[in-house]
């Protein structure tokens, strides 16, 4: 791992059968992170491997309020030399704002001025991941390590408080524990007040603790419970969150302030037009093939801006075989996308297909 988590588990979602309130009776209030007025609360995760700035646009353009970058390793951060093959690391544009950028790292001094240059580069807002399952994550002292060591977890918080300018927030992603232990517990409601004295604007917190990396379901009755906990405090809420309606059955049941779609936006970016619609009272707006081969075009115009060739098919090979979901002839068009070797054949599966 040189600067992120790498992928886990996607499995497929578990199927929910908690009662739920019916979703007529919501009423979504506007999310705001700190000063960063956000708007409609259905926001992308952060997402290693995918969340660069081309999945972030696309993101925006279709209903996303806000993203997050792919977590970054604060001193792979400060080593970042601009070069051609990591310059889209920090790669944002106006477009985008509000953007969160995201660093992991086990070193509360190499986290301010990591965060620093996160600021410079355009990120409006600075996440700290204590949250991340990966092994060399974990033995390597940072991300859902923290969740087990308050005292430096929050150490890190200050720093990095201290270190970014105050119009900038700073915001946590955790998960709800290491383990389901009383102590983690413990330990992850004095992460949680600790941070919020120590000025952190908002805190998404995964309903599943480390150890269960994406095995069995995510938590919604302890984010809940961590709602009511924080009171007037923004808690966002994460955790198969597939569809639409999940994620205002998620808003619903728990009544956080704000969703952070994940694994549910990755070649589905309509999630966040159809989350509008649904909570509109609208009919769910479903991508036919040719608005599907739109936001694909668009998708690979975006990596071309930002990326060499060579990223730029392995980035659309991956994106590819993720959008192929919803064609309906999803396995000939996987495994095409799969097999491509060159732009020119991705381009042709493209015009094969869609
Ligand atoms: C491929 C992948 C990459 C992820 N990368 C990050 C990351 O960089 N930072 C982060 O805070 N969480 C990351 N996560 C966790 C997600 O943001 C989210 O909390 C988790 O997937 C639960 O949501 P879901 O069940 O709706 O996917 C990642 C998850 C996946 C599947």
Known sequence: MTNAATVLDESSPPLRTRPLAPLGALELRPLSIGQVPIGFPVVQAALSG??????????????APYT?????????????????????????????????????????????????????????????????????????CRGGYLLGQPEAALKIVSRVREAVP??????????????????????????????FSNGIAAITVH?????????????????????????????????????????????????????????????????????????????LPHPNVAEQRRVLEMHYALCQECSDPHRTLTTMRTFGIKFARLHPQEIEVRNQFATTRTLDEWRGVLGRWY
């Open 68 to 140: 997050v970058a792919e977590v970054l390793i604060d001193q792979f951060v400060l080593d970042l030399k601009g070069r051609s093959r990591t310059k889209h690391y920090l790669h944002t544009t106006a477009e985008e704002a509000p953007v969160g950028g995201q660093l992991m790292g086990s070193d509360p001094s190499a986290f301010g001025p990591a965060a620093l240059k996160l600021v410079a580069a355009g990120f409006n807002v600075i996440d700290i991941n204590f949250g991340c399952p990966v092994k060399t994550a974990v033995s390597g």
């Open 207 to 283: 309903g599943r603790t480390v150890k269960q990396k994406y095995v069995g379901p995510s938590d919604w009755d302890f984010l809940r419970e961590v709602k009511q906990h924080a009171g007037s405090k923004t808690i966002l809420g994460s955790g198969d969150l597939f569809t639409a309606q999940a994620c205002l059955e998620m808003l619903s049941y728990t009544g956080v302030d704000g969703v952070s779609v994940a694994r549910g936006a990755i070649g589905n970016p309509w999630i966040f037009e159809q989350a509008r619609a649904l909570a509109a009272g609208l009919p």
């Open 166 to 195: 105050e119009q900038i927030p700073v915001t946590l992603k955790m998960r709800r524990g290491i383990d389901d232990s009383h102590e983690s517990r413990e330990h992850f409601f004095r992460i949680l007040d600790g941070a």
């Open 50 to 63: 995918y969340s660069d700035w081309p999945m972030r646009i696309v993101a925006r353009r279709l209903g």
